[in-house]
């Protein structure tokens, strides 16, 4: 079996885009929306691929600790950085690219949805797509649809785990 379940996050937060030709190079902020999909191999006894309790837990957990209220920032935009150091208190989450609604969905999908997928013991679960919602019209979206993509993003998690 194949089944894929979405949880969806919404969180607001505040970014620039370093380089930008517009405003968007300008402090701002959105508020954002997040859907993880989580694909399991099989159901529980109790009809379920996981609880939605589960993952909601990990994903807005995970969120809230770390990028709800803040500000998120390419760890290259010295002077952003630097401005935002001055407030206290601050949050800044430090990206490793521009924080694009394309970046955010390919960090949480690479980077953080892989461990916290495997903090839940007794089920074997993928994310396999994460959608990130920047405003009510736009959104990026990364996937893993194909054995090839999936064994790739679990390559690109193992290399920079490595490095870390
Ligand atoms: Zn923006």
Known sequence: ????????????????LLGHEGKCANFHGHNYVVQFHVNGKEIDELGRVVDFQVINKLFKGWIDEHWDHGFLLWSEDDNAIKALEQVEPNRIYRMPYNPTAENMARYLMYEIAPDLMSTVEGYDLQVTKVVVWETENSFAEVSVDNARAQADAMLEHAQRSRFE
Not at 1 to 16: P, W, Y
Request: with cysteine; charged share 20%.
């Open 1 to 16: 079996m194949n089944v894929t379940v979405m949880r969806q996050v919404k969180f607001c937060a505040g970014h620039r």
